[in-house]
């Protein structure tokens, strides 16, 4: 394990995060252009508006957001997508649904990941409320298919958020709707349940994997904490590493109360250290 982790850790000696200085040992899973920024509109201190968001994405070194958004949003959905496209920013996924971002994805040729919760029903058993689940879900799995999209079950705690259901979920859309572009997307803030086995479910979930959200992760169930100050990071980044992942990473700020670009960086710092933790076979 320890020679395959750090051939896999020493293949892209020259990627950087943001003005930093060279991330020697850096996996070319968490190289920055392999990096998503989440939850980084409504939850900002300084609430940037879209011009001043694709100026901080780039001055970080990213290139990939996951859009966020809540009913003040609306008015500048369009100015968001032209300021991504001004700084070389790839809009890569759209929160849940709003009937105004689809003559936009038309207009400008988005072809976002579409994220949402799927519901947790009432049922008599698992098979009635796989069935209840993804007839909830059927109308927005049908309209991102038109589209081209891919369509995200995301984890937010509760029976919908168990990798077990949303791997049931997606073979279910996939065999009996014929819709192969629906996945997961799966958050480690919302998965502190599975710490323990995590190796396994990575393994469930994997086949159907759109994005893997990281996050600092402890015992403690703090929800959010930056990469690298949780205990578990270090066996978990390997976890992902030994998987053969090679999809989306998503970082995220998600705290209202502090800059959205601090809280980035401190995930991006925290990864760097983590890796090189990793790499010294800390």
């Known amino acids: 394990m320890k020679t395959f982790l750090a051939a896999v850790l020493f293949v892209v000696a020259s990627a950087t995060f943001a003005q930093d200085k060279p991330v020697a040992d850096s996996a070319p899973l968490f190289a920055p252009e392999n990096l998503v920024a989440w939850c980084i509109v409504p939850f900002d201190a300084k609430k940037r508006g879209p011009a001043e968001r694709a100026?901080?994405?780039k001055r970080l070194g990213l290139s990939r957001v996951a859009y966020d958004w809540r009913a003040e949003h609306v008015a500048t959905f369009e100015e968001e997508i032209l300021q991504y496209k001004q700084h070389g920013i790839e809009y890569f996924a759209f929160w849940d649904w709003h009937d105004a971002i689809?003559?936009?994805?038309?207009?400008?040729?988005?072809?976002?990941?579409?994220?949402r919760i799927a519901p947790s029903p009432a049922g008599a058993n698992e098979e009635e409320k796989v069935v209840a689940a993804a007839k909830v879900l059927l109308p927005l799995v049908e309209k991102t298919k038109t589209l081209g999209l891919k369509f995200g079950i995301y984890n937010h705690g509760g029976w919908s958020g168990e990798p077990a259901n949303m791997v049931a979920l997606c073979e279910y859309l996939r065999k009996h709707h014929d819709a192969p572009?629906?996945?997961?997307?799966?958050?480690?803030h919302h998965g502190h349940g599975h710490i323990a086995d995590f190796a396994e479910v990575l393994q469930q979930m994997q086949p159907y994997l759109l994005c893997l959200n990281i996050n600092g992760m402890t015992d403690e169930q703090h929800k959010i904490l930056p990469?690298?100050?949780?205990k578990h990071d270090v066996p978990i980044l390997k976890t992902i590493l030994a998987s053969g992942y090679t999809g989306p990473i998503g970082v995220l700020n998600h705290r209202a109360e502090i800059d959205a670009e601090q809280g980035l960086k401190l995930n991006l710092d925290g990864l760097r250290k983590v890796l090189d933790d990793i790499a010294n076979d800390k």
Request: cysteine-free; proline content about 7%; aromatic content about 6%.
């Open 181 to 188: 572009h629906v996945g997961i997307v799966y958050n480690l």
């Open 102 to 115: 689809e003559p936009l994805i038309k207009k400008h040729g988005i072809r976002p990941q579409i994220w």
């Open 227 to 230: 990469v690298g100050s949780g």
């Open 55 to 57: 100026e901080m994405v």
